[in-house]
């Protein structure tokens, strides 16, 4: 920021630097009379900075901005016909041999109305300028801090939503090691240290942003076999996952719910059932699948929340706007889960 004023400083100087030499540069080659020049350019330049700065600095900022446009512009017109009026005076006193000359070649000038219309317009460019410059400089200020308040409710959702997710995560897997503590007790026992594995990345690794995508594959992998830890042989489960490093990343524990919700409404005790998951990567877009058969829950059965898929497509509106396609279908008692992501 310190930079950045000093730059803009420079610039200030430079560009008036350039306006108090434009009438040489305009004349070159020509003769010029440095009194003329003083009395029609540099003295009007110097009152139309005083005008620019003091709109810039302090009445913009203090009258315009508030509201008080009455006290702004009244400020201002006193401004221009005191400059005017200097202009005159400073004209008559201190270089009277140019008007002299003027009266002998008969130039008159303008007209009285047409010269004040044509000083109020020249004394209005400079004030037109620092209220732009001033309203643009305020944009920009205005339009960072609501992008940066935005970014800050973007994470604070994104973290609240991780945060909810983690405690739903951990209550379904419980839930299922809790079906098998009577069953099989040796299960049960190696489901609480994968369990404990699963836990650990969605503690310490998934407090990124992004996660490489072979990371997420190796914490759905292990989730899985836990799901098949507690399913009968009558429940066939296929999964392909990719197996070369894609070098993808990807926000985390998105696609944990879709598997959670196969496993939970696909899974029947006494018929036969299926689930298939797939994930492919077509270039920087990852495609991910689940095909099962739905087996609506009892109204008695509360395991769980129902937070999982509202929770998933919230974060996608929030960390892949425009950027990704979400669709569950029902069809022929087959519950199908389509989800493409693009990454970059």
């Known amino acids: 920021m310190h930079k950045n004023k000093k730059i803009s400083i420079l610039l200030h100087i430079l560009i008036w630097l350039v306006l108090f030499s434009m009438p040489y540069v305009l004349s070159y080659g020509q003769s010029q009379e440095i009194n003329r020049i003083i009395a029609h350019f540099w003295i009007p330049l110097a ?11 302090v009445l913009v900022d203090r009258l315009l901005f508030t509201k008080k446009i009455v006290f702004y512009v ?16 400073i004209e008559s006193h201190f270089f009277s041999d140019l008007l002299r000359r003027k009266a002998k070649d008969n130039d008159t000038g303008p007209p009285f109305k047409m010269f004040l219309y044509i000083q109020m317009l020249s004394y209005l460019a400079p004030l037109l300028f620092s209220i732009a410059l001033k309203s643009t400089k305020r944009w920009i200020r205005i339009e960072a801090e609501r992008k940066e308040l935005a970014n800050i409710k973007l994470q604070a959702e994104l973290q609240h939503l991780h945060y909810q997710l983690q405690p739903h995560f951990f209550f379904n897997s419980l839930n299922n090691i809790y079906a ?16 404990s594995k699963l836990m650990r ?3 310490y690794d998934t407090n990124m942003e992004l996660v490489p995508l072979s990371k997420e594959i190796d914490f759905m992998e292990k989730y899985i076999d836990l799901m098949k830890l507690r ?10 996952f990719p197996v070369e490093e894609t070098g993808i990343q990807i926000a985390p524990l998105l696609f944990i719910s879709l598997i959670e919700n196969a496993f939970k409404h696909g899974v029947s005790a006494s018929k036969p059932s299926q689930i298939e998951i797939s994930m492919t990567i077509s270039n920087t877009t990852v495609l991910f699948a689940i095909k099962n058969n739905c087996f609506p829950k ?3 059965d509360k395991s769980g929340s129902g937070i999982g898929i509202k929770n998933l497509e919230k974060r996608l509106q929030l960390v892949y706007p425009g950027k990704h396609d979400f669709k ?10 389509h989800l493409a992501i693009e990454t970059t």
């Open 47 to 57: 009152f139309y900075a005083i005008i620019f700065y003091v709109n810039y600095f």
């Open 74 to 89: 009244l400020i201002n017109i006193a401004m221009i016909v005191l400059f005017v009026t200097l202009k005159e005076q």
């Open 180 to 195: 098998l503590v009577d069953i099989s007790p040796d299960q049960a026992k190696s489901s609480i240290h994968s369990l």
């Open 201 to 203: 990345y969605m503690l």
């Open 231 to 240: 399913v009968s042989d009558k429940t066939v489960v296929k999964v392909h």
């Open 298 to 300: 009892k109204s008695d």
């Open 328 to 337: 569950t279908t029902l069809k022929n008692s087959q519950f199908l889960v």
